[in-house]
């Protein structure tokens, strides 16, 4: 069972029986408006339903959590892998509900999130591009060892308005290399 726990959340994957708490929590666009616009608003019991059907109960590496306080669905975290040769990358992103806020939750949750990639997955970097206003994503990034690279000029447009990003990134120190499964092309490339 995927479950990493810390001292104010437990990351763990996502269960059908999530889906009220999902939609008390997420149905806010205070939450919804940091987001891409995959994140509907409003929230609806049908959107979380079809969420919590494509994330999947068992098997391949789920690459949606939810973060659970006290035995609740309180928000998720979640990445992205990169392919081809960015296969060693990944993007994260995170949100909480709006009651959970500032008691460092989703901090402990990247955390955990980040420890788990690195060590267990064998990721060379995590990154990720909260929009430039966001200060507490920027701050819970910083707080996660994750340092800013870019400032990304009108890289997305939300809501119908152009927005800047920044781009804030975590290299694995501990990385392991490229394994001989990971890396099909090595008989080509020393065989000339
Ligand atoms: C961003 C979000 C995940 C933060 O969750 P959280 O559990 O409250 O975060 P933490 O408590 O771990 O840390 C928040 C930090 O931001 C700081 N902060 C909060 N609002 C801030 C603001 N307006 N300006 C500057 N700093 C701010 C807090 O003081 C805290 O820093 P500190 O510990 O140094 O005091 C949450 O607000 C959220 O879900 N927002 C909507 C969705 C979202 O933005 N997701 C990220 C998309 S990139």
Redesign the pocket.
């Given at each position: 069972m995927m479950e990493l726990r810390g001292t104010r959340c437990v990351v763990r994957r996502w269960r059908k029986g999530d889906a009220e708490a999902l939609v008390r929590q997420a149905d806010n666009l205070?939450?919804?408006?940091?987001?891409r616009d995959r994140f509907p608003h409003p929230y609806t019991p049908a959107d979380a339903k079809a969420f919590l059907s494509s994330v999947g109960a068992n098997g391949h590496v789920p690459e949606n959590l939810a973060i659970d306080v006290d035995g609740q669905a309180a928000?998720g975290v979640g990445f992205s892998r990169g392919h081809d040769v960015e296969r060693f990358s990944a993007e994260v992103?995170?949100?909480?509900?709006?009651q959970?806020?500032?008691?460092?939750?989703?901090?402990?949750?990247?955390l955990l999130v980040t420890g788990w990639l690195f060590e267990r997955h064998n990721l060379l970097r995590l990154f990720?591009?909260?929009?430039a206003d966001?200060?507490?994503?920027?701050?819970?990034?910083e707080?996660a060892g994750y340092t800013r690279e870019a400032l990304l000029r009108s890289s997305c447009v939300k809501y119908g308005v152009p927005r800047d990003q920044l781009l804030y990134a975590r290299v694995n120190a501990g990385w392991e290399g490229v394994r001989r499964a990971d890396f099909p092309q090595a008989d080509r490339l020393t065989h000339g």
């Open positions: 205070s939450v919804a408006r940091h987001l928000g992103g995170y949100w909480l509900g709006e959970y806020w500032g008691r460092g939750v989703a901090t402990e949750a990247l990720a591009l909260p929009f966001n200060l507490a994503s920027a701050r819970v990034l707080k």
